[in-house]
């Protein structure tokens, strides 16, 4: 237990200081600025009551969590949240990741449709897209180690990544060719 003297120092030198970034913090991240004054009071309140077992080290990172702790402890009290209470909660916390698992999710659902998209490939076209996109060869390098030109690497790249796009917006994933270039110039002439 700390003593009232020593904490009665900390409170004025390390935590009363940071009194107008707090009461900024509180006003732009909850509704209504009549409540800001007694929020500050009682993220003061926690804080003082926190610090009787052990002075916390970072007190600027300590008063800002207990804030934002009470912001979202209010926000799941209240009946009836309204999306507007909380200002923007996404620069409350940055580290919270609330929605990891629904990214989680989603991310594997992307990685099996890519991958679907991939075997629906034809063989060279497949081993291109791999080459390039999955191990990172140049064109250069993807070209010698298959035996083809550069030419085919780059255009075999193009309607993989295409069809593969397709197939990950739900389309049927084929190849589709446009005219070639000597079909263009024929319609030129």
Request: charged fraction near 35%; aromatic fraction near 4%; glycine fraction near 6%.
């Amino acid at each position: 237990m700390i003593d009232d003297l020593r904490l009665k120092y900390w409170f004025c030198e390390q935590v009363l200081p940071l009194e107008p970034a707090l009461t900024r913090y509180l006003a732009r991240n909850w509704r209504s600025g009549d409540d800001v004054a007694d929020l500050r009071q009682d993220v003061y309140e926690a804080a003082l009551s926190g610090a009787r077992h052990e002075i916390p080290v970072n007190v600027s990172g300590y008063v800002f969590a207990i804030a934002r702790n009470m912001l979202i402890n209010r926000t799941k009290r209240s009946r009836v949240v309204q999306f507007e209470q909380l200002r923007d909660i996404e620069t409350m916390d940055r580290n919270a990741d609330l929605m990891a698992s629904d990214r989680h999710l989603d991310a594997r659902d992307a990685l099996r449709r890519a991958n679907d998209g991939l075997e629906a490939l034809p063989p060279r076209c497949r081993e291109v897209v791999r080459l390039r996109k999955v191990e990172g060869l140049s064109t250069r390098e993807t070209a010698e180690r298959m035996g083809v030109g550069r030419d085919t690497v780059e255009r075999q790249l193009v309607l993989g990544v295409r069809a593969m796009a397709d197939a990950m917006l739900g389309g049927s994933g084929r190849i589709k060719r446009g005219p070639s270039v000597r079909s263009r110039r024929e319609k030129m002439q």
